[in-house]
């Protein structure tokens, strides 16, 4: 049974292998969720810019802050009355199959299928965008990553449904472009 922070009743779920088991789905909740995400408020919020943008590795003080995010998003998106349960995929984007993520780490089917999407895309976006600290990465290494963790960490179909859609080149990568 999937968590909900908000201890809402559990709606019908659906699981990762229906909700990833079409990549013209996946592609289609990725843009609807793409919107909504645009739309809401940035969670990092009341973060000090000098750790978002830290050029080097965060201690662990300000590691366990930026932890903090999904519950920041949460809080934020709680009173809301969205169709779905936005707040609860936000507090579990970092939720990790084996039970390592944070903030409750959860495990498997304890993660929404919507949650195991959304952090399989920010995996994608984090690292083949650039940040204000460095240069993206590229598709080729997130490809990399999220195959690594492919079962382990990040749910299976997920992964291979993201990776189909990247091979394709259905993704643009948010690139910042220098002004001369």
């Given amino acids: 049974m999937a968590f909900f922070a908000s201890g809402r009743p559990e709606p019908h779920r659906r699981d990762a292998q229906t909700t990833a088991g079409s990549d013209a789905a996946v592609c289609q ?16 919020q009341g973060y000090r810019a000098d750790i978002l943008t830290k050029p080097a590795r965060l201690n662990a003080a300000e590691f366990a802050l930026v932890k903090q995010h999904p519950l920041v998003g949460y809080n934020i998106l709680k009173t809301i009355d969205f169709p779905w349960p936005i707040a609860d995929i936000v507090v579990q984007h970092h939720e990790s199959l084996d039970g390592s993520g944070y903030p409750f780490g959860l495990k498997g089917e304890q993660i929404l299928a919507e949650s195991r ?31 690594h963790l492919r079962g382990s960490k990040l749910d299976a179909d997920v992964v291979d449904a993201c990776v189909r859609v990247l091979q394709r080149g259905e993704f643009s990568p948010n690139l910042l472009q220098l002004q001369p």
Avoid: C
């Avoid at 976006?125 to 204000?132: I, K, L, Y």
């Fill in 117 to 147: 999407i959304l952090t399989v895309a920010d995996i994608v976006e984090s690292m083949s965008s650039d940040r204000p600290y460095r240069a993206a990465l590229g598709i080729d290494a997130a490809i990399a990553e999220i195959t």
């Fill in 29 to 44: 909740d990725e843009g609807r969720a793409a919107e909504i995400f645009a739309a809401l408020p940035q969670q990092r």
